[in-house]
């Protein structure tokens, strides 16, 4: 009798020796924080093809980039504002409106710390990669 719980016991502890590592990995992959990057490539260009250059901001950065061409840009919860010229003279403006990374909030949320951490720091938002500004 004696045996069979040593021997259940030997069981449970090389089982929750596998898990807990299991467990701590899961926990840290689902983290935005952690595995994502401050910034995201986002390339721009113009909807008739021309150059120019654009005024970028959100609530964490401005930018002044040529386009077209590819720009990192911090990650932040609110739209990506932007008021171009081209070459020729023609402008336009608008926005590019912040995305949620679903599967890392939600792995944040339920695993790590409720989602505080990546409400801070935004870096559970993206932009969209590519845009085509409208010029009329």
Known sequence: MLYCLNLKNDLLLNMLKKLIPITFLILLTSCA????????PVTLTFSDGSSGSCNLSNKRAQYQVDIPGTQMVRRS?????FDCK????????????SEIEDAKLAGSIVFFDLG???????????????FTIPVK
């Open 77 to 81: 919860d609110d739209a990506l504002r």
């Open 86 to 97: 081209t070459a020729d003279g023609k402008t336009a403006f608008g926005s590019i409106p």
């Open 116 to 130: 505080i951490t990546d409400s801070i720091t935004d870096k559970h938002r993206t932009y969209t990669p590519n």
């Open 33 to 40: 924080t952690i595995v994502n990057d401050a910034e995201v």
